[in-house]
């Protein structure tokens, strides 16, 4: 890599994605690590708060909860890794994860996964990467918790179709398991408060009249909320 590409946002993000990631331990030509697929049910935990763990995990498919206590901070979905944010101190995890549908994981032995990155001249970049997604996670959270109740509702249900959902050129389509009781959950807000404006935005038309699943009409909302 050349030095001038050290400074280019789309050129690390490219070439030290979670998808180069995952080729790269797989790889077993250099430095092998311990990796096993494994299938897990609706509702099993994948990893427990306040405890440290020996692994390092890959979302090969399903959406994960984390939560702390019985709160939820965070969605993990396709492609994203679990785990990886206390690698370098191999402390006890912050959060409980556990899966909201049936899941498909690649599980890595964190110690190898470390010894990995740290033999490679350029390593650190892809631990640089997924705390930088983190961050901004953390930083479009804080942004929209200064909204308004409904504001805050549908901007976060635009936020988790773009993310985790499918997309026509009409309609934002999230999956099923982000129910209203589980965003209201993730918004911190009484599961009365998230029909009641749920409500508001079927009968303007934001949202389709589905009680299984929310779906968002883009031409009803403001072009600014979908960028």
């Known amino acids: 890599m ?5 400074f280019d946002k789309d050129v690390i993000d490219e070439k030290f994605g979670n998808s180069q990631l995952l080729r790269l ?4 030509n250099d430095y092998p690590v ?4 494994i299938e897990l ?3 099993e935990t994948l990893i427990y708060e306040n405890t440290v763990h020996d692994y390092v995990y890959l979302i090969e498919s399903g959406i994960f909860g984390a939560y702390k206590e019985s709160h939820i901070v965070s969605f993990i979905g396709k492609n994203e890794f679990i785990g990886m944010d206390n690698i370098l101190g191999n402390e006890a995890s912050y959060l409980t994860v556990t899966a909201l549908e049936k899941s498909v994981v690649w599980r890595f032995l964190k110690k190898d996964v470390m010894w990995k990155l740290m033999h490679m001249q350029e ?10 997604l983190i961050n901004e996670h953390w930083i479009q959270r804080n942004a929209i918790q200064v909204a308004d109740a409904k504001e805050r509702i549908i901007s976060n249900i635009i936020q988790l179709g773009n993310l985790y959902g499918e997309e026509t050129e ?3 389509i999230l999956p099923k398991v982000f129910t209203k009781k589980i965003i209201s959950n993730y918004l911190n807000l009484t599961s009365t408060t998230v029909y009641f404006f749920c409500k508001q935005l079927i009968k303007e038309g934001v949202l389709e009249a589905i009680s299984y699943q929310l779906i968002v009409n883009k031409n009803k909302i403001k072009k600014s909320l979908l960028e």
């Open 2 to 6: 050349l030095y001038k590409e050290l």
């Open 25 to 28: 331990l797989q790889d077993n």
């Open 34 to 37: 311990t990796q096993k697929k």
């Open 41 to 43: 049910k609706q509702k």
């Open 123 to 132: 390593g650190l970049f892809f631990l640089y990467i997924d705390l930088k």
């Open 170 to 172: 009409n309609q934002i």
